[in-house]
C-alpha cells in the first residue's frame, strides 16, 4: 500500500512552456522520455500536449482547453 504523499508535485505549465515542450517532440525529434526529464512533467501529460499540438497544426481547435498555437487562439 502506498503512501498518500509519495505523489509527485503539481507542476504548472503555461501555454508557452507547453507549446515549447510540444514544438521539441514534433519538430526537433525529441522523445517523450527526453521532453519528460527535461521538464519535470509526466508521461500523460507530455502525451497530451503532442497530440494536441499536433491537431491545432491539422487546423483543429481545442474544445474545453487553451490552444497552443497562436492560430488557434481567441482573439
Do not use: C, H
Amino acid at each position: 500500500m502506498t503512501s498518500a504523499n509519495t505523489r509527485k508535485p503539481k507542476i504548472i505549465f503555461t501555454a508557452e512552456q507547453r507549446l515549447e515542450y510540444a514544438k521539441l517532440m514534433v519538430d526537433e525529434g525529441y522523445s517523450n522520455k527526453q521532453v519528460m526529464d527535461i521538464s519535470g512533467a509526466g508521461a500523460s501529460a507530455v502525451t497530451r500536449w503532442k497530440k494536441q499540438y499536433l491537431e491545432e497544426l491539422n487546423g483543429k481547435t481545442p474544445e474545453g482547453k487553451q490552444a497552443l498555437t497562436p492560430e488557434q487562439q481567441p482573439f
